[in-house]
């Protein structure tokens, strides 16, 4: 059964820090790109940052650029999302994903499976 698990979410303020874990399980890994979503309130769901199968290639959305590093061990199947001087504007449901294509240029990235997702709360 494959799975992929949100973990670490929480409530934070502003200028605060956050790692998110995704724990995956019932596919093979280390063929696929892996990324983090997220939906706010009233918003569609917008593609954060994705990171290449090896974590040789990673591409994030310019609104957490800078802030937000992916990264990933392939030997424990799990996936980070780091999340610095976090922002009200981050506050959203995480998801990590299963993606069907390369981690790619943008922040479009098409996938397939992901978690339950993790509530981030940037609030003072």
């Known amino acids: 059964q494959l799975q992929l698990v949100e973990s670490g979410g929480g409530l934070v303020q502003p200028g605060g820090s956050l790692r998110l874990s995704c724990a995956a399980s019932g596919f093979t890994f280390n063929y696929y790109a892996i990324g983090w979503f997220r939906q706010a309130p009233g918003k569609e769901r917008e593609g954060v940052s994705c990171?290449?199968?090896?974590?040789?290639?990673?591409n994030y959305a310019d609104s957490v650029k800078g802030r937000f590093t992916i990264s990933r061990d392939n030997a424990k199947n799990t996936v980070y999302l780091q999340m610095n001087r976090l922002r009200p504007e981050d506050t959203a449901v995480y998801y990590c994903?299963?993606?069907?294509?390369?981690?790619?240029?943008?922040?479009?990235?098409?996938?397939?499976?992901w978690g339950q997702g993790a509530q981030v709360t940037v609030s003072s």
């Open positions: 990171i290449s199968s090896s974590g040789g290639i990673t």
């Open positions: 994903a299963r993606l069907k294509g390369p981690c790619s240029y943008g922040n479009s990235w098409y996938h397939d499976y």
